[in-house]
């Protein structure tokens, strides 16, 4: 049968690899964006804290 010649058994492990390795990669990245989002977040309630400190030491 096609499907037991090693030459695409071969192929179709280093696909499945290749695979793994862009979901590990993709993974990876979406953590990296949902840190980076985190830290966006913490920034802003920082911005506005001084905003709201600023708007209330000058009156």
Do not use: F
Request: charge should be negative; glycine fraction near 2%; proline fraction near 2%.
């Amino acid at each position: 049968m096609a499907d037991q010649d090693p030459e695409i058994e071969s192929r179709r492990a280093c696909l499945h690899r290749r695979m793994r390795q862009t979901d590990l990669k993709r993974s990876d990245g979406q953590k990296l964006l949902d840190d980076l989002n985190e830290e966006m977040v913490a920034l802003s309630k920082l911005i506005e804290e001084a905003e709201d400190y600023v708007d209330t030491t000058t009156r």
